[in-house]
């Protein structure tokens, strides 16, 4: 009996020094497990950080770009606007050259225009002049004409009074003679002054 006591007390002696140790051993895995845990906690702590660097690297320079793309945009907007001053000033040069194109030739048509009427009052005063020259010269054939018609009706009248003359047989044959002279004379001024003044006195 003493003997059963005594086994029973060794062993429960015996079963709380192990015990004991392996609680030790419980303590050591669960310090290890918890160094493990604050590592991979560490870690994972980096790579949290590392992962909010790489999201604010990324946010960083989608800012980048968008501000790249607005000022992009900017300028282009910028360009355009400048290509359409740049198209307004050539289309107002283009309709600034188009009035002078229209402003010279507009000019040239007068001057040529002007020329052409020098040129037909020229010619109407030329045809003004030789029509008066014609008409001076028409005028003078018709003078020329009546004075000739006027002297052959002097001489064809003063040959009538010379027939009736001799006719009457009142001349000396020297008288008679001269006046058959003058009768045969073809132009007034082969008559004398004293012809004239013998046929009329007879």
């Keep these: 009996m003493i003997k059963t006591m005594i086994f029973i007390v060794a062993v429960f002696l015996l079963g709380g020094c192990d015990a004991d140790l392996f609680n030790t051993k419980k303590v050591e895995t669960l310090k290890e497990k918890n160094q493990k845990l604050q590592q991979q906690i560490e870690l994972k702590k980096q790579q949290n950080e590392l992962e909010l660097k790489k999201q604010k690297l990324s946010a960083e320079a989608l800012l980048e770009q968008e501000k790249l793309k607005k000022q992009t945009e900017l300028e282009k907007v910028k360009i355009e606007k400048q290509h359409q001053k740049e198209l307004e000033l050539i289309r107002q040069k283009t309709l600034l050259q188009e009035d002078q194109n229209k402003n010279e030739l507009l000019k040239y048509a007068l001057l040529i ?9 020229f010619f109407l005063y030329l045809y003004l002049k030789r029509k008066r020259e014609d008409e001076i010269t028409a005028y ?3 003078l020329k004409k009546y004075f000739l018609f006027k ?4 001489k064809l009248k003063m040959a009538e009074k010379i027939l009736d003359t001799i006719k009457e047989g009142n001349l000396s044959a020297e008288d008679q003679k001269k006046l058959i002279t003058v009768l045969h004379s073809h132009t007034a001024d082969d008559i004398s002054d004293d012809d004239i003044d013998l046929i009329e006195h007879k």
Aim: proline content about 0%; charged content about 20%.
């Design 113 to 121: 225009l002007a020329l052409l009427i020098v040129i037909a009052a």
């Design 140 to 142: 003078n054939d018709n």
């Design 151 to 154: 002297e052959n009706e002097m």
